[in-house]
């Protein structure tokens, strides 16, 4: 299976910085089929991106995906309040799916 | 609307079994492969299983390939989850969630609903 590894584990970000966290597969993602996930505590995952670039229905566009192969980077310009959150992405190229561990962005 | 309802967790020992369930409305579930993901506290995701929207086509992560089966009713919506010989690196948060037809990825998610393996 696709082993994913997300970097950092935790990012210490003001309000109105940029933040980049990185996903790592272990090979490559068909098709660029990777999605990007924010989990807020206590609620259901909510898909960000998919496709390595596309934004999901209603994610603001200072959320971007770019990537391919097997790197991959979500990035959020400006960060705002309700954009820290626990951020996981999530190959759906190959069976089975596979999750990483999660990037925690934080307030600084 | 989309709405994914889970019910079915609680607690159980080790070695028992559970069957969990995910209830769908506001879309025609016939037509949508769907999915199970779990959370272990204060842990990541991880993917369990899949269907496909007939239910013929059936994926598992290697974690609980024959122990747990995944199976559906279209006639009343829903997605179940048999789970079999549970053990302790079990217990998570189960959701259920679609898969978007256009996105191909997982659009759609449930709370989910806790299970606890422990004696």
């Known amino acids: 299976e696709i082993v994913l590894t997300q970097s950092p584990g935790t990012l210490s970000l003001s309000p109105g910085e940029r933040a980049t966290l990185s996903c790592r597969a272990s090979q490559s993602v068909g098709s660029n089929y990777l999605a990007w996930y924010q989990q807020k505590p206590g609620q259901a995952p909510r898909l960000a991106i998919y496709g390595a670039s596309s934004r999901a229905t209603g994610i603001p566009d200072r959320f971007s995906g770019s990537g391919s192969g097997t790197d991959f980077t979500l990035t959020i310009n400006r960060l705002e309040p309700e954009d820290f959150a626990v951020y996981y992405c999530?190959?759906?190229?190959?069976?089975?799916?596979?999750f990483g561990q999660g990037t925690k962005v934080e307030v600084k | 609307e989309v709405h994914l309802v889970e019910s079915g967790g609680g607690l159980v020992q080790p070695g028992g079994s559970l069957r969990l369930s995910c209830a769908a409305s506001?879309?025609?579930?016939?037509?949508?492969?769907m999915h199970w993901v779990r959370q272990a506290p204060g842990k990541g995701l991880e993917y369990v299983s899949g269907?496909?929207?007939?239910?013929?086509?059936?994926y598992y992560a290697n974690s609980v390939e024959d122990r747990f089966t995944i199976s559906r009713d279209n006639s009343k919506n829903m997605l179940y989850l048999q789970m079999g010989s549970l053990r302790a690196e079990d217990t998570a948060v189960y959701h259920c969630a679609r898969k978007d037809t256009v996105m191909l990825t997982l659009d759609s998610w449930g709370q989910g609903t806790l299970v606890t393996v422990s004696s």
């Open positions: 999530h190959q759906y190229g190959s069976s089975p799916r596979t």
């Open positions: 506001g879309f025609s579930f016939s037509s949508y492969s």
């Open positions: 269907i496909g929207s007939a239910g013929h086509i059936t």
